[in-house]
């Protein structure tokens, strides 16, 4: 961990010249975009982007355009001092983090982004509105930043494959580098919505990973129908009272659009409601006959078989 110089910036106009002061100098640009209350999944974006790029900012920004009219901005937690204190400690140069007039001056704006297809499946369905919000400000940040590098975890995997899809549709000049999802050592994929979880939430809410892991043993035993997987998933996470299925569903990793077998490049995804709170998870599984490949995550333990 480095000591370095973080400066924070909260105008568009600011963050933009120090954006292209630095390209100007030669550096590559790296941004890692996100809503603040930063976690170890958020640290690892921040250093693969220190250790690929010469110039990292962060952006913390909580984004209203991708919240539904019942969801839970007005409560989504916040500690700008212990974001920025993560951000000095991981040798971040620069900190974005422009009030909501900034990015909106009229709000909603009248401008959205859409990707349609691989928005309709999965998160789509049940936020209709949320990837047009995430799409329209992921948007303006690169528009702001400039050419880069821009960081997103595989933790929220539909998320990165609309932003791939739209950078390319765009033309955006970003490269877009997917990074691993980050767990606790129970599993738990790392969220800012699992300081929502009370004592009881909180001891439940990992069995929504080894429903996974159930689901891609089948598939190592040789289990090759997706219905099939998704109700060995989805009966493991029923089994446990706290938790309530928003979805199970197997789909093509890229284009997220729906298969019959699992084969090729997968997402086997879920959301699961644990108490009010709405929690996503996922395992990527690449599928060549009978060699399986499995994207469990990083930072959990194992359990001692
Ligand atoms: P958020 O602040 O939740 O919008 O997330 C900002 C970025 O951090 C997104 O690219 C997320 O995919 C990524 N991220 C959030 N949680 C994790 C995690 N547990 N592992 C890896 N990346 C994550």
Redesign the pocket.
Known sequence: MTDAMTEVFTTIASIRAACDAARARGAVVGV?????YL?D??L??MRAARSECDFVVVTIFVNPLQFGPNEDLDRYPRDVDGDLAACRAEGVDAVFMPPVSELYPEYPPRTIVHVAGLTDALCGASRPTHFDGVTTVVTKLLSIVGPCHA??????AQ??AIVRRMTADLDIPAVIVG?????EADGL????RNAYLDETQRAAAPTIFKALRAGVAAVHEGERDARRVEAIVRGMIESEPELRVDYVEARNADTIGTIDRIAGHVLVAVAVFCGSTRLIDNVALDVCGDEVTADL?TGWQAPAS
Do not use: E
């Open positions: 890692v975009p996100t809503m603040g976690h999944g958020h690892s974006l960081y997103f975890g595989r933790k929220d998320q990165l990074c691993p999802l980050v767990r994929a790392r969220s800012s995550g």
